[in-house]
C-alpha cells in the first residue's frame, strides 16, 4: 500500500465552508478568482478527494498570491476585493495551513 493511500486527500470542513463563501462572494460581487479558482472552490466546497498535483497546485497557489492580502479591501466583508474572493475560493489561510501540511506528508507522490 502506498503511503499516500493513507493521507485523507479530501479537505476539512473550514475549508470547503471558505471556499462556498468564495463562491457567494464572487457571484454577489462578480469579481475575484479565474475558472481554475471557481473549479479549485467547487472540489473543495464538495470536500472531494483531491490529486497529490492538485495540493501542490495548491501550495503553489498560495505562495504567488500572499502579496494580494497587502491589496486594498482586503478582507474587506462589505466590499472584498478580488484577492480577498479568489484567496477564499483557494481555502483562505485554512487552506493555505492545509495544503502545506498535505505536501509535506505526500512530498512528491503521483497522482493515481
Not at 475558472?35 to 497546485?57: C, D, F, Q, W, Y
Request: proline share 4%.
Amino acid at each position: 500500500m502506498h503511503e499516500a493511500d493513507e493521507i485523507d486527500l479530501r479537505c476539512p470542513q473550514v475549508v470547503a465552508d471558505n471556499a462556498a463563501k468564495g463562491l457567494r462572494l464572487r457571484a454577489q460581487f462578480g469579481r475575484g478568482g479565474t475558472e481554475i479558482g471557481v473549479a479549485r472552490a467547487t472540489e473543495l466546497k464538495n470536500r472531494e478527494k483531491l490529486a497529490p498535483s492538485t495540493i501542490r497546485r495548491m501550495v503553489s497557489y498560495f505562495a504567488r498570491h500572499e502579496v494580494d492580502k497587502r491589496g486594498r479591501n482586503y478582507g474587506n466583508e462589505d466590499n472584498p476585493s478580488a484577492g480577498t474572493i479568489a484567496w477564499l475560493l483557494w481555502g483562505g489561510d485554512e487552506g493555505r495551513a492545509w495544503a502545506l501540511e498535505i505536501k509535506q506528508k505526500i512530498g512528491n507522490a503521483p497522482d493515481i
